[in-house]
């Protein structure tokens, strides 16, 4: 059963850092894409970063300049580093991967990133 399991939120003031990870379990076939979404308290789950297999990233326009996906192949492991986090950053960051030939995405169970003023 494939898991995408997150670590590396918690609390952080702004202008501080922090690394999300995201560790997909369960299968042997290759992952294509790989992102991450967040999700503010009262907002709709929205796009922070994708990653493909080759390495081709895109951001969302908040967090440009900011924050860096990356990808750790043989570890089936993608990253982000969140730069001069923000409060409107605050948010449940999920991750989730799509493995390659197949259309179905998975997503991790979440992780808290509060950002404070």
């Known amino acids: 059963q494939v898991q995408l399991v997150e670590s590396g939120g918690g609390l952080v003031q702004a202008g501080g850092s922090l690394r999300l990870s995201c560790a997909a379990s369960?299968?042997?076939?290759?992952?294509?894409?790989m992102g991450w979404h967040r999700q503010a308290p009262g907002k709709q789950r929205e796009l922070v970063a994708t990653?493909?297999?080759?390495?081709?990233?895109n951001y969302a326009d908040s967090v440009k300049g900011r924050f860096t996906i990356s990808r750790d192949n043989a570890k089936n492991t993608v990253y982000l580093q969140m730069n001069s986090l923000k409060p409107e950053d605050t948010a449940v960051y999920y991750c989730?991967?799509?493995?390659?030939?197949?259309?179905?995405?998975?997503w991790g169970q979440g992780t808290q990133v509060t950002v404070s003023s």
């Open positions: 989730n991967a799509r493995y390659v030939d197949f259309t179905y995405v998975y």
């Open positions: 990653i493909t297999g080759g390495g081709s990233t």
């Open positions: 369960g299968s042997r076939r290759s992952i294509g894409d």
